[in-house]
Structure formats: C-alpha cells, structure tokens
C-alpha cells in the first residue's frame, strides 16, 4: 500500500437514539481529526466523511499518512555556571541533561549567546506509525464523547451511549491492530439485520460505502435522507396530494432507518373532525409519520410511513401501519372529546395546582397578574382591554387539558379550538394562541392586537419576575428561556411602533409583582439592560451597523420602536459627505467637554464672543434648533440629521479660527458652552461621534 491512504473507522453497536445520531458523528470525526492533525498526520482535519446509521458510527479519513515523519528536536540544557563545577568537571545536573537525551556528556554542545552558554543538543526523533499512535488516539476521543447518558456493559470500564459489538480499522487496504470495549478490530462490518445479516469484508476503505449498499444498508446520513424525501413525494405526486416533510422529523426517520421504504396508507376521513394539528402531531409524534394535504391545502385522510426493510407484500406492510395509526388517531379524538366536556374557564382553578416558579407561584397566580397587566400593554398596542383581559384569564388553561398534556407541543393552539368551541369571541380564542408567538427565533409575531398585548405581558411578567426571583441565565444555562422572552419583547415592542418605553413596560410588570417579589430601581435597570442587549443583536441582525446601534444608544432614550427609527436614519446619514467633519467635530467637543469637567448646560454670553466664527456658529446653532424641534416633534430623524447636517461649515470654521481652550476663563467657559450646546442638539438624535470608532 501507498503511504497515504484513507483511514476508515467504523464502531458497530446496539440501536442508537436517532435525535443523537448526527451529534455523536460530529464529536468522533472532530476528535479523531484533530489529535491526527496534531501528530502530522493529515493536513485538512476537515476532509472527513461522516458516515453512520442507528447501528453504527462510522468516520472516513481522506489521506491519512501510515508513519509520522522523523525529528530532530533541540534540547537546552542546564547553564554553564550550573553544568560546570569549579574545576570545569560536569556537575550532577550535567550529567542528567546527558542521560535524559540518551547522550555521553563528551557528546553534548554549547549553546552561546549575550547571555551566557548553555549545554545543547539535537535528538533525532523517529516517527511513529498510525497503528502505534491510534489505539491512544481513539481511547482519547471516545473518553472525550463520554456524556451524561454513556453506559457501561457487561464487565467493561469503557463507557459509551449504547453496547459496542464489534470494529472495524482499515488503513486503505490495510487492517489496523486496535483493541477496545473487549473487542478486537476486523475488516469486516455487519448488514441490514433482515436483508444481508452476518458478516460483509471490506477490503478497502473507499469501498466501505458499496459493500454496505450492497448489504441493503445506506451508510450515507445524507443519502438516506434524501431517499425518504424523493420517496414520499414521489408516493404524494403518484396521489395528487403534497407531503407535509417537516426537516427535524425526516431527519429523525433517517436516523431510525439503514434502508429506507416509505409507504403510504390510509386512516378513517372521521379522524378529519379532530383539530389537524392534534392529527399532525399524532402522526409525526406517536408514529414518524407524514401528513398529506390535497391541492386546496387540507389534510387528507392519508399519510406515508417509512419502513427499515422491502417488503414482497408492501399491502400488508402498509396495513401494518395503519393498524398501528388507528388507535393512536382515537386516543386524540378521545383528547378532544374529553377535554370538551367542560369550558376553559371551568379548568383555571386547577392552574393553582401547576407549580410556575417556586418564589413567583402558581400559572393561576401568573395568570392573575397578566390580568393586570394587560391593562398597561393593550392600549399601548392598540388593543381591546376587555378582549386581553379575557384571553389572559383563559390563556394557560389548555395546559391541564388531555390533548395538551399528551402533546404539549400544541399548548396555545389547542386553547384557541377550546375557547371558539366555548363560544368566545374570535378575538379572545386568537389571542390564546398567539400570545406563544414568537415560540423560537424567526417565527412570525401574532396576527392579532390582544394576542400581542398578552405576549408582551406574559413575556414581561416571566423576565422580570424570574430575574426578582433571582434565576436568571448563567452561561449556557437558561431554564426559563429568558434570552428568547427578552427577544420576544424587543419584537413585539418594535413591530407594534408604540410609544411605550421599555423602562416604563418594565415598571408597569414591576408594580404587578410587586405583591410576590421585591422589584427596585437596580433589578428594573438590571432587567433593562438585559433586553437592551437582545435589542442590539437583533437590530444587528436587522443590517445595522454595531456603530450605529451603539451611537443611537448613547443618544436620548425612547421607545424600541423610535430606537430603531433613529439608528436607520443614522446609518443613512453616516453616507453623507458631511458625516466626517461633523462625527470629527463631535469627538472634539465631548473630548474638550470632558477635559474641563463642564457639568451642566451654561448660558451662552454673545458679548463675549471674540470673531466672526464663534457668532456663526451660535447663530446656526439656534437656525438648526427650530428646524430641529420641528423634525423631532414628527419624529422624522432623516429631516433632524439633514437639519444637523446644515452646521459641518460653520463647526469646521469655528475649529479651525478659535482656541477654544484659552487661557481667558470666561472666553474659554462661553466656547465651552456653546461646543455643549451643539452637542446637546447631536445627543437628541444619537451620540455621532461613536459612528467613527
């Protein structure tokens, strides 16, 4: 064989969970990559193909070096003071630098230089073969993928996420030594436990992924999912029905699966009655199944499963699954009509009885605080207070339902059926669901006003309560969601336009809590910066520039809504011919202002005014502020910037004609004002002299 060739590496053990297929490939590739980049055995430790089933994990290394090159290392030893005793013999410690590099003191060299001589050699290292330097290599990473859920067998030490039974290690053509998990490794893998049983060689790495198909086993992560999506569509097209391929279920189906056939089958149109979402969930939950709808979007009373094995009877396989589908179908219908038997409202006061937070109480103790609440954010969204009122007292109360409780997934969705089944208004049953929104990063805010008022409230109430409760995210921990709740409100402040504050939507949770937790002016300041960082990011991710966000934020406070207004003004504005001059000549003058410790606006004296630059300057100062006052009371920041804009001659003027800092104190304190009043003027808008760093 060559002295590169692909490394293969396959672990064969008992069915692993699908949901941790992918993640277990990533940690043994990176692992295994990394520690042979380290020896000098490959260049690229991202040339790895990730190869595994619910049976195996299986990494392919592309050209991996059989031996490690020779070295020659240079060793430093002990100084002559150190190495030499009065008489010039070797010391002790001479004498040990020798015997460590293997070497006679007469052997050894000098090493000279302004600071001395020290003893010094060169030790030629040879390299070492991959077979020597894996089975370290792979005890290491399999140590390193060793997590919470890792088991032990029989009676081994090794831990691993399910029983090992069996390795494979070829070195291209080649078979490594390596023994591991009571196990010694042999060029040979398992297939398909029902199509190919027993034993399959493999002779050669590359060819790992042919003899496996030929196994009926696709290796591939990529290719089997690909297979179950031509599948089914090609399954829904031959139908006339399209299939609801959700990504996180056809990936979880690829990971159950080493030869993938999907089926289609058929269920009772009766099930239709049932709210689709519960049939979806159903489906998808209980059975890995896909939904189908018809060409006008409704759910047909079909579904495609996805079999591990070919079938000579595919109708019996498929009668199969609809056997199995059946009863789970009636559990739901049985959900639906159970839960039914009584109103929402009738199941609020078991909400008493759901723990939310052991300090903040009860969900019926939170609800009764967005009850409160919602009087604050509806009429800032424009919504109906009674409409709010009422979804909140009813907006947890699916929670303690049947079909919530077997698919929780559905909370919120399921209380807008309930409450429509009740009789509430569309405007009530809408807001129970929506208020959940956004549930994850990306989804849609709620359609309607009082689902977005009882969102804000809920999402202030859990923020702001959860911190009081003195739980808030440490690290990567965040039980309570709190980061998400933040972004929620940024959204829903944003998107709504209204003049509430954030500081003032804070005080008005604060005052709710108030009866449950201890909430000061620090927790409400802390709580505040918090979601002002979420605003950041997101406005970031919105396309604004990091300069812009922190010059805006630096500039008089306001709504998130007039906080965005402003930044996209600002960005624009940060393209004028006049922003240098004037993003220049605000850092001056906040430099300059600081330097004197100037607290306070002065009064601006004209009689002390020393030249025509500094009369120009006041007199286009004062010109700019009524246009000024005028953009800001319609809130139109591009008009306010253009009207700042007008000041870049006559500031470069004033800077380049006056001292500012004479020696003259009284001069000196009426430039320093009027520097204090244009930046005042700058600050309504946003501190422009960050939009330079």
Request: charged residues 30%; contains cysteine; proline residues 4%.
């Amino acid at each position: 064989m060559s002295e590169r060739a692909d490394l293969l590496i396959e672990i064969g053990c008992e069915e692993l969970p699908a949901g941790q297929l992918n993640g277990q490939l990533e940690l043994l590739a990176r692992g295994l990559g990394s520690r042979l980049a380290d020896a000098g055995l490959i260049e690229d430790a991202d040339d790895i193909l990730r190869l595994g089933t619910p049976r195996r994990l299986a990494v392919r290394i592309a050209s991996v070096e059989a031996r490690q090159s020779d070295q020659v290392l240079e060793r430093k030893g002990p100084a002559e003071n150190v190495a030499l005793d009065a008489d010039g013999r070797p010391t002790k410690a001479a004498e040990g630098f020798a015997r460590s590099v293997g070497k006679s003191f007469d052997e050894l060299e000098w090493l000279e230089s302004d600071q001395g001589r020290w003893l010094f050699t060169r030790v030629e290292q040879p390299g070492k073969s991959l077979a020597e330097l894996l089975p370290e290599m792979f005890d290491a990473t399999i140590r390193a993928m060793a997590g919470a859920r890792s088991m032990r067998w029989s009676d081994r030490d090794e831990r691993f996420l399910r029983p090992v039974r069996w390795l494979l290690v070829l070195h291209g053509n080649e078979a490594l030594p390596l023994e591991y998990f009571g196990l010694r490794a042999r060029p040979e893998t398992r297939g398909h436990r029902i199509h190919a049983p027993g034993w399959h060689a493999v002779e050669e790495a590359r060819a790992y992924e042919s003899v496996l198909e030929q196994a009926c086993v696709i290796v591939d992560p990529a290719r089997r999912r690909q297979r179950i999506v031509e599948q089914a569509e090609r399954l829904a097209g031959q139908a006339g029905l399209t299939a609801e391929l959700d990504e996180a279920l056809v990936d979880e189906v690829s990971g159950l699966t080493e030869w993938p056939v999907a089926v289609m089958g058929r269920f009772d149109e009766d099930f239709l009655k049932i709210p689709e979402e519960a049939l979806v969930s159903s489906l998808e939950q209980h059975q890995k199944s896909f939904a189908l709808r018809d060409s006008k979007g409704r759910l047909a009373p079909r579904f495609i499963a996805v079999a591990n094995i070919d079938s000579d009877d595919p109708e019996l396989m498929t009668g199969g699954f609809e056997r199995v589908i059946r009863p789970r179908l009636a559990d739901a219908r049985f959900f639906w009509d159970q839960d039914r038997r009584s109103p929402l409202v009738e199941k609020r006061e078991r909400l008493d009885a759901v723990l939310f937070q052991e300090k903040l109480g009860s969900i019926g103790d939170k609800v009764r605080r967005l009850e409160r609440l919602v009087e604050t954010t509806a009429p800032a969204l424009d919504a109906s207070i009674d409409a709010s009122a009422r979804a909140a007292q009813l907006c947890k109360c699916d929670l303690v339902t049947e079909m919530v409780g077997e698919f929780p997934e559905l909370q919120g969705i399921m209380g807008r059926y309930y409450a429509i089944a009740d009789g509430e208004s569309r405007a009530v049953a809408d807001a129970i669901e929506g208020h959940y929104r956004p549930r994850h990063a990306g989804d849609e805010l709620a359609a309607d006003p009082a689902g977005r008022a009882l969102a804000l409230a809920d999402r202030l109430d859990t923020l702001l309560g959860v911190f009081a409760a003195g739980q808030k995210p440490k690290g990567g921990k965040d039980p309570f969601a709190l980061r998400r709740a933040a972004l929620g409100i940024v959204r829903l402040l944003s998107d709504s336009g209204t003049t509430l504050t954030l500081r003032k939507a804070l005080e008005a949770a604060g005052r709710v809590l108030g009866d449950t937790v201890a909430v000061d002016d620090a927790l409400l300041e802390e709580v505040e910066q918090f979601v002002f960082e979420r605003l950041r990011s997101w406005a970031s991710e919105q396309g604004l520039e990091t300069n812009t966000v922190h010059a805006v934020a630096a500039g008089e406070s306001g709504s998130v809504a007039d906080f965005l207004a402003r930044a996209r003004a600002v960005q624009q504005f940060a393209d004028d011919p006049a922003m240098a001059s004037l993003v220049a000549a605000n850092k001056r003058a906040g430099n300059l202002l600081k330097q004197a410790g100037l607290e306070g606006r002065r009064r601006i004296d004209p009689g002390l005014f020393d030249g025509a630059p500094e009369a120009a300057l006041a007199e286009s100062i004062d010109a700019c502020e009524k246009e000024l006052d005028a953009a800001m009371a319609h809130t139109d920041y591009p008009a306010a910037l253009a009207a700042l804009a007008k000041l870049r001659e006559p500031v470069d003027r004033f800077f380049d004609d006056v001292m500012v800092m004479c020696d003259d104190e009284a001069l000196r304190n009426n430039r320093l004002a009027l520097l204090d009043q244009l930046r005042t003027m700058f600050l309504r808008v946003a501190d422009v002299a960050r939009l330079g760093r």
